[in-house]
């Protein structure tokens, strides 16, 4: 199984970026331990904070991989391009949000995601991640 944890705009920040819902553990340091704790699995981690590459990785994955892990951060809420690009692929994408959306602002309620992803996963912290994985194993 190879699986791709896409994150989007201002994740590359995690560890220093408001502690307070998004924690202080880098990505990198996490994605060491998803690594060791899905060893079987082929996973490959990728950021920008530019959606049209966003974009062109998500249409460059398909028949590459298995599945999508995506956070697409606040191009959730914004992106119909991001939307559309999920759309027009067929592998599978599963959206992650560190932060329970729903209980943050009311622009955070929205997404153009949601409407093509396979699954949504929100609210557990970087555990989003590990649970977004999980649903591509079982």
Partial sequence: MKLLVLNGPNLNLLGTREPGIYGSQTF???????????????????????????VTIIQQADGVYDGIVLNAAAYTHTSVAIGDAIKAVSVPVVEVHISNTFAREAFRHNSFISPNAKGVILGFGLKSYDLAIQSFLE
């Fill in 28 to 54: 990198e340091d996490y994605f060491e331990n998803l690594t060791k704790k899905f060893s079987k699995t082929a996973l490959t981690y990728r950021q920008s904070n530019h959606e049209g590459d966003l």
